[in-house]
């Protein structure tokens, strides 16, 4: 007996009254078979006719996504869920990459045909809802007690690289030893270089999996290496075994620091993969994943300023580095890197970083700068010294907001009088 949200009972009710069979399928079984909490619920309805049929019985309970139509995919947004429902179907090869098939629907398809399309057999366990019983057609509950991720197909496996990198990703979140006949099969499809035909949004995405939903993510590095993947990674290719088992360990640590939004973890993690990387390294590896400058910047800058951590520390704790810091970087985010990095460590360099940052009130922010630009321009109007918005204005400012880090004003009225005595100095 599989337990799902009871407020799904609606909808089925509703496919059942209609003739149709709903069937839960894929994730949501495997992770409820192995304790593990999921709301992405795929529905797969038998015995209905039409995406057009399907879409009238569910348009009552919320709003249709038809876009996904023509990938087999029907997108239900019911309450605080994103269900997806499919009708059976059978995929053709037609070209190259993720996406490259032609998807004919066969409402009178049986189950096991329509799960021997799926990639591995601990996707293919389904739910039928009607009859309350577990179908498990390519015995994929007992790849799941055996720990062993097995192909459904392995002829059809080929026809969609992106299933090798599904495979490296699902090994680490699930600690699954990948079987012999999978192994070979995803060791050719990378030696033939399959994995050229996946954009690289798509090899990204399961990068980010791999990296933030295991707990080892190091599981599935290692299953990388092992596949011949790191040709993809030239930078990977070329670390000594010492600095690779390093770097393994660094990015186990950290990813049991993650507590931020989905960008940042990804960057904190992408940063304690690339820390013993110089410049050009860290560029090469981060763009082969992603043209988002945003995250090559902040790992740049990160790698960057965590070797400051044990500096301050060793200098002790000056405010004024920590400050500077500050202005450069999130600290708490450096802090991580640090930990990560120096796993074998204790953390006391760290805890008394972050206690002195939180002091001054920028552990995960600058010091907010006293002067701003308006008030030199209300100066002005008392003043004799006229200065228009220029390249002027920010020399000014970065001036003022090093005094105000030095501690030479820490007020309003303070920062104004700095001000009337530094305009006369630099204004000629």
Known sequence: MIKYPSKLNIIFDKLLYCGAKPIIIGGFIRDYLLNIPSKDIDIEVYNISSFSNLEIILQEFGSVNKVGRSFGVCKLTFQDMELDFTLPRVDSKTTIGHQGFDIKIDPDLDFFSATSRRDFTINAIGFDVAEKKILDPFNGIEDLKNQVLRAVNEKTFIDDPLRVLRAVQFCARFNLTIDKPLLILAKDMIKNNMLDELSKDRI?????????????????????????????FSDLQTINKENFNLLLSAMDKMRSLLAYDEKTNIVLMLASICYNFDAAQITNFIKRLTDEKEILTRVLILIDNYPSIDYIYASGLKDLQLYKLAAKVNINEVLLLSKAIHFSRNNNIEIAVKKRAIELNILNKKMTPILRGRDILTLQTSSKYKIKPSKEFTIILNKAYEAQMRGEFTSYSQALVWLEKYLPKEIQ
Request: aromatic share 14%; charged share 35%.
């Open 204 to 232: 990204f995405q399961e990068i980010k999996k791999l990296l933030l939903k295991s707990k080892k993510p190091s599981i599935g590095f290692r299953l990388l290496k092992k596949l011949g993947a790191f040709k993809y």
